[in-house]
């Protein structure tokens, strides 16, 4: 069974920068699959932030755009998001995902 352990998160002002891991173990097939992040802010449902294809080709929601970037190092079995530009609205646990495995979050927290 997969696993997936995300780390990275923490406490920022806004217009810092942080990067997400996402590092995947018990899988022999993770170039094979796509991979994406996730957050759940407070109040919220949890919503989709950006995904990365096998090819390396990679999907953003709109309010991420131009801001966060997603990538991979299939060698390492990891996938990471770099967060720029960070804003409050940002605020929320992390969470990344292959197939139908998830991982335990990672708090992101953004002061204004």
């Known amino acids: 069974q997969v696993q997936l352990v995300e780390s990275g998160g923490g406490l920022v002002q806004a217009g810092g920068s942080l990067r997400l891991s996402c590092a995947a173990s018990g899988t022999s097939s993770f170039s094979r699959n796509a991979m994406g992040w996730y957050r759940q802010g407070p109040g919220k449902q949890r919503e989709f932030v950006a995904v990365?294809?096998?090819?390396?080709?990679?999907t953003y929601a709109d309010s991420v755009k131009g801001r966060f970037t997603i990538s991979r190092d299939n060698a390492k079995n990891t996938m990471y998001l770099q967060m720029n530009s960070l804003k409050p609205e940002d605020t929320g646990v992390y969470y990344c995902a292959i197939s139908s495995s998830w991982g335990q979050g990672t708090q992101v927290t953004v002061s204004s």
């Open positions: 990365i294809n096998t090819d390396g080709s990679a």
